[in-house]
């Protein structure tokens, strides 16, 4: 990944820099969809270097922040049963429940393991087929691909003892969601470049036409970031509400037509319920049909599991970027990485947790 | 878990649970090592470590070695000399005769390398399932040459901040070889004895203020201890944090940040910025800090806390971990 280097670049970087002071002319608002590219901007300390005016929201795009709590509690409930093993990918093991993680599970004797790919839960459940093994199937467009890949080899090889758990979202649906919000303060969107490379870019058009907003298609690293930025100021002051793809190196726009296809047969759109937003229509994956018997809510009977988030959380409105992380009462308080009342706080790649490690300096100086 | 991942939470245990338990029969400075005086003002460095890696062999050492070598650099860290060294097994029932001889021949040779002897051990077997294969203790004790004052408080503003080479390394390593995990290259481990390297920097003459072995939570939890016990505040400049090519790869492929990923043949070292130039100098001498720099320094703002400053020219805070670092989903 040597070619990275070059997206780093702080010449380069000082150049767009000063190309965005230099078409700003007023102050705006916009989105970066994905918790990867809120992690970038704020490790790097890119939104320092953005004009005073230029303010950046934090989106829904983090994965591990917006799965429901309800989803949460029902992996808890499956993986503390005998005879499961409960295969996860990392960050999802410290997302409190109404009560507990998965890492109190664990502690408690349940077999949970971290694996890096659902494949590797396919090979867990082969070779313990005395075992029932489930895999947490959560986040965007991005994962979803290798998840359904997983459930279609499960299918075609015979392996019965393997199910999915899945709790996957779609970003159109949220885009139009935060849209449609009385409050909403997004003028533009960068839209998240992983997912595009998987779904293309078509689905983006009727969105920048219906509410009048430029949708830049961008990238995580530093620069990818600030070209995006770029471009959608200079779609801003002039006007313009375009789809442009700022990350060509990985973004075509007919998408990834295999991973499409695949995506079809295994599963079907349904209503979502957004950790801190809300139910959004047409906003979700479910296995289809054709995979039912693979659906670990359904083998488990844990469907009906239905709990309440904390009063204090203000995740919500941090996913919605109607405040800033630190504007809500209980960051840094009740509410830390450690005691995370929210999802926002527990992922690497929530907001929260970005401004709680990166930017407790600033916020001490500010008070 | 967290509890014994090096950062938060280990801090944590170590401040709300033993301490107040120990009452006034703890005397700790919390550094690598307690430094204790017996007879007529001779000072010994006495330390304990306790290793649990898992997978028991990786590329470039083994569960054997670095439990010599960790309890060796934890000496060093104090400027000591290491001398004697006990070595403690709990194996789980079943466990490979063939596997626990190459963990001692391993133990044999880093403790000849190390020019220290292991001169006690105690063995204990359990139950098959009641543990994880082996697990290995070891204590060791050395002798602190006169004149040589290392701690954790002693880091003052302007004190320049030196790091012995590549970080990350032992951590991707041994990430490399559990399951599911193929960076598409081997990286080895870096363990290594580092007391040599500690008597090269004291040879220069210089005071060197502090040394630490980042180890678990890797130098963010190593500069963030120091700061605290210090009262000073660190600041890096992260361009010139020396970080593998692999290591990046790796972190950026999992989410993980290369400060907080674990060394085993590392050093930090905190010394006066006149003495800077002379340290680096002897430390780029020895075979060991081939590849040592300086990455930042001491100062009076934001005490105990590190912050770096990024590539573009922000800044951000460098945090303990909190327990274990989990590999992100996407």
Redesign the interface.
Known sequence: MKYLDEFSDPGLARRLVDEIHAATTRPWAMMEVCGGQTHSIIRHGIDQLLPDGVEMIHGPGCPVCVTPLEIIDRALAIAARPGVVFCSFGDMLRVPGSGQDLFSVKSAGGDVRVVYSPLDALKIARDNPDKEVVFFGIGFETTAPANAMTVHQARRLGVRNFSLLVSHVLVPPAIAAIMESPTCRVQAFLAAGHVCSVMGTSQYPPLAEKYQVPVVVTGFEPLDILEGVRRTILQLEQGRHEVENAYPRAVRDEGNLPAMEMLRDVFEVTDRTWRGIGMIPDSGWRLSGRYAEFDAERRFDVAGIRTAESSLCRSGDVLQGLIKPHECAAFGKECTPRNPLGATMVSSEGACAAYFTYRRLELVDAK | ??HGGGG??SAELVEHLFLPAYGSAAAAELGDSAVVTVGEGTRLAFSTDSFVVKPMFFPGGSIGDLAVNGTVNDLAMSGATPLFMSSAFILQEGTALTDLGRIAQDMGAAARAAGVRLVTGDTKVVDSGSGDGVYVNTSGIGVIPAGVDIGPRRAAPGDAVLISGDIGVHGVAVMSCR???DFGTTVESDTAALHGLVAAMLATGADVHVLRDPTRGGVAASLNEIATASAVGVELIE?DLPVP?TV??AC?L??LDPLQVANEGKLLAIVPADCADRVLAALTAHPLGRRARRIGTCVTG?PG?V?AR????????V?LP??EQ?????
């Open positions: 878990m967290g938060a939470m399951d599911g995990l361009r090519d990046r790869d950026s999992l989410g934001h806390m912050v990024t590539g573009l020219g922000g800044t951000r805070v945090g909190v327990g989990l590999p992100r989903i996407c």
